[in-house]
């Protein structure tokens, strides 16, 4: 199946074919869609689209609009795994996973995720208030906890961080002087 690389890429036809395995989904038929991209750069990476729904059928709570996410690789391929994987065992609350599909090429990936309206993209520059700060901070440990010891069985194939150590310092290495050039 060919995979989308951006959002001008979706189409209702594309998208049909790609929901068809998501119970939430089943029965509807989309007709059109309305695409508004929502995010460039958050999440590992990528850009994220709010995709509203132009259907009928489907279960009476299917919902009317999802989060598509445009990953490059090599992160797109390991954010679907993530969400097949990991996230079904996670202790904590994400958006639900609908699909995920990854290009022949393994160049990027699609990810449909449920439609969090209500939630809040942090601001780096801003900070988090107390509340937001204890709430990340809880699920933090909630996750950390659920996959303490690096035993479970969801991590087998996850390469370990100790793994990337020396790509992470040669990057570092090679962008500090750029760094303290420009800001001293």
Avoid: N
Wanted: hydrophobic share 45%.
């Amino acid at each position: 199946m060919h995979v989308p690389d951006s959002p001008a890429g979706l189409d209702a036809a594309w998208l049909q074919t790609a929901l068809a395995g998501a119970s939430a989904f089943e029965g509807a038929r989309i007709h059109a869609l309305d695409v508004r991209i929502i995010g460039v750069g958050y999440g590992l990476d990528g850009v994220a689209a709010h995709v509203t729904l132009v259907a009928e059928g489907g279960p009476p709570d299917r919902p009317a609009s999802l989060v598509v996410k445009f990953a490059p690789a090599p992160r797109g391929p390991a954010e679907v795994s993530f969400y097949e994987r990991v996230a079904p065992h996670m202790p904590i609350r994400l958006p639900r996973y609908y699909g995920g599909f990854v290009s022949a090429e393994a160049q990027h990936a699609v990810l449909l995720l449920e439609d969090l309206t209500a939630a809040v993209q942090g601001d780096c520059i801003v900070g988090a208030t107390l509340t937001q700060a204890e709430a990340v901070l809880s699920a933090m440990a909630r996750f950390h906890a659920a996959f303490l010891g690096g035993e479970h069985p969801a991590l087998a194939e996850i390469q370990p961080w100790d793994a990337r150590l020396d790509s992470i310092a040669t990057k570092l290495e090679e962008r500090l002087p750029r760094f303290f050039e420009r800001y001293g």
